[in-house]
């Protein structure tokens, strides 16, 4: 006798397509929460990439016996990657969006 599932489907779950990430349904968001969505990974990766940066120099100052100002982790690698990640996720975002949009028109 076969099992059935706790939900009554056996299909498994969406992982990237149709707008699923991880199982996240990305392409159902509205615009205000895409826009948000966007700004709060731009924001996570300047403070991840500025984090790694300063880890970075930390250990290059302690091994090399150079100092190196910190304040380069913020204008060089944060700020960078935070704009690109930014950009990126309006991109993906705001095309999900508008092809749902388009979709319902």
């Known amino acids: 006798m076969a099992q059935a599932s706790q939900n009554g489907s056996a299909a498994s779950p969406r992982t990237f397509g149709a707008g699923y990430l991880f199982g996240v349904p990305l392409g159902d968001l509205g615009w205000f929460t895409s826009l948000l969505m966007s700004f709060a990974l ?11 940066a300063i880890l970075g120099i930390l250990f290059y100052n302690t091994a090399t016996h150079h100092a190196v100002d910190f304040a ?7 700020l960078p990657v935070g704009l ?22």
């Open 42 to 52: 731009g924001f996570a990766a300047f403070f991840a990439a500025t984090f790694c």
């Open 72 to 78: 380069l982790t913020y204008t060089r690698v944060g």
């Open 84 to 105: 690109l990640v930014l950009l990126v996720a309006l991109l993906y975002l705001g095309t999900l969006w508008i092809r749902r949009q388009l979709r319902k028109a």
